[in-house]
């Protein structure tokens, strides 16, 4: 293999070694916790939480999440973040748009929050990367959407539906994971926010909610895309009833170790070593076509 060649490639490669780097270097020291079959640090959950769009629900509810978890912080779930504290000992919850609220409902009102961890980001590494978790009763979940916004970006990616992977009845809570790939996001890169958002079924007047797979599960079609499939409470599930559109996001957090915003002389350097490596790749192929 000539140098050019390999100069190249070890440009592709260092991008992502440098973020894979960071990840395995800044893990924080801070409890580590099992709940519905996820194993996480408290220190990669998400740090900031504000509501986007329309509005949610005006009551907090306290839930029994992270209780009996030796040096679990509550203040770090979903209620606490928006500024809802009804008792500061318990982690809390703010439903979206209730079919039990008179001034916003489901079907009819949209809502959205965002989570970040405030100046770090969020890896994509090997398998899943970040998991939600959603207040609840067994075999009873509530559906939400899922969009991640890649460092660097200003618009958020396709939002996502998917099944819950587990249910804790220690915690009452479903567990949802995501893989960062599920969102056209490469190896090594890096997200700033996740934005959570309600569904609407097909009992809505307009705007319904459909994804790209049969399964009921998958990336939600846009405005004015043709066919769809209905979003699933399971796999082989039914519909989302209408009272089960008001999920209750009680907590997130990455599944790997988030890292700081890379350095100007890191990205760089990464940004050089590409360049030469694009740069060297063409001079290989300008001296091929010439000796042909």
């Keep these: 293999m000539t140098n050019e060649k390999h100069l190249y490639r070890l440009g592709l490669a260092l991008t992502a070694l440098t ?22 640090n408290q220190a990669n959950s998400v ?57 916003i409902v489901p ?8 989570l970040t961890w405030d100046n770090l980001l969020l890896p994509n590494l090997a398998g899943d990367d970040f998991v939600i978790y959603e207040s609840g009763n067994s075999g009873a979940p509530e559906g939400f959407s899922v969009s991640v916004l890649k460092y660097g970006e200003s618009e958020f990616r396709t939002r996502r539906y998917e099944f819950a992977d587990s249910f804790d009845p220690n915690h ?18 890096l997200i700033s926010a996740i934005s959570i958002g309600n569904l ?20 939600l079609l846009s405005p004015g895309d043709s066919g769809g499939y209905d979003i699933l409470t399971s796999p082989l599930g039914s519909e989302y009833a209408t009272d089960k559109l008001d999920a209750d996001i009680v907590y997130a957090v990455g599944l790997h170790n988030v890292v700081p915003v890379p350095e100007p002389l ?15 790749k063409r001079e ?6 010439k000796s042909e």
């Design 19 to 40: 973020v894979l780097e960071l990840s395995t270097s800044n893990s924080a020291e801070a409890a580590t916790f099992t709940v519905g079959g996820f194993s996480w």
């Design 47 to 103: 740090s900031t939480a504000e509501i986007v769009q329309g509005s949610m629900e005006e009551a907090a509810f306290i839930t029994p999440f992270g209780q009996g978890l030796t040096k679990f912080d509550p203040s770090q779930s979903v209620g606490q973040l928006l500024g809802y504290n009804p008792n500061p000992a318990y982690s809390s919850i703010v439903p979206f748009p209730d079919s039990n609220g008179s001034l």
């Design 107 to 114: 079907n009819q009102d949209r809502a959205t929050i965002k």
């Design 172 to 189: 009452l809570v479903f567990g949802t994971a995501f893989n960062l790939d599920d969102f056209g996001l490469e190896s090594g890169d």
């Design 200 to 219: 609407f079924n097909s009992e809505a007047v307009t705007g319904v909610d459909l994804v790209d797979d049969p399964s009921g599960e998958g990336n």
């Design 266 to 280: 890191t990205i760089l350097g990464s940004a050089t070593a590409l360049g030469i490596g694009g740069l060297l």
């Design 284 to 289: 290989h192929s300008r001296k091929q076509k």
